[in-house]
Nanobody, 131 residues
Framework: QVQLVESGGTSVQAGGSLTLSCAAS????????MGWFRHAPGKEREPVAT?????????HYSDSVTGRFSISRDNDKNMLYLQMSSLKPEDTAMYYC???????????????????????WGQGTQVTVSS
């Protein structure tokens, strides 16, 4: 089991930018598929982005954030990041960092990923985008 702690969530105006961070511990971090999910009130938790390789090769994004968000990881520091730009009010949600051993989840179509696909979760960090 990996321990995950997110940070960086805050309130921001539409059009702004924000970077979320996730610190991982307890495991060989480089061997895990990492992802960001979000959960807005009244909606199901949805995948945002996944990444396995630190180079960002084959990172995957949901359609709603493609071109605006960028996921990255630093395996030396056991850190995961989500750079968000051109934020919209509909990006308002609790953002969660998630981890799963191996590469399988990171080569799965992101639209099919759900909460049950990742074995470890952080406590979440709130992002609020005002218009």
């Amino acid at each position: 089991q990996v321990q995950l702690v997110e940070s960086g969530g805050t309130s921001v105006q539409a059009g702004g930018s924000l970077t979320l961070s996730c610190a991982a511990s307890g495991v060989t971090y480089s061997k895990f598929c990492m992802g960001w999910f979000r959960h807005a009130p009244g909606k199901e938790r949805e995948p945002v982005a996944t990444i396995y390789s630190p180079s960002g090769y084959n990172a995957h994004y949901s359609d709603s954030v493609t071109g605006r968000f960028s996921i990255s990881r630093d395996n030396d520091k056991n850190m995961l990041y989500l750079q968000m730009s051109s934020l919209k009010p509909e990006d308002t949600a609790m953002y969660y960092c998630a981890a799963d051993p191996g590469v399988r989840r990171c080569i799965t179509y992101i639209g099919s990923l759900g909460e049950a696909d990742f074995s470890s979760w952080g406590q979440g960090t709130q992002v609020t985008v005002s218009s």
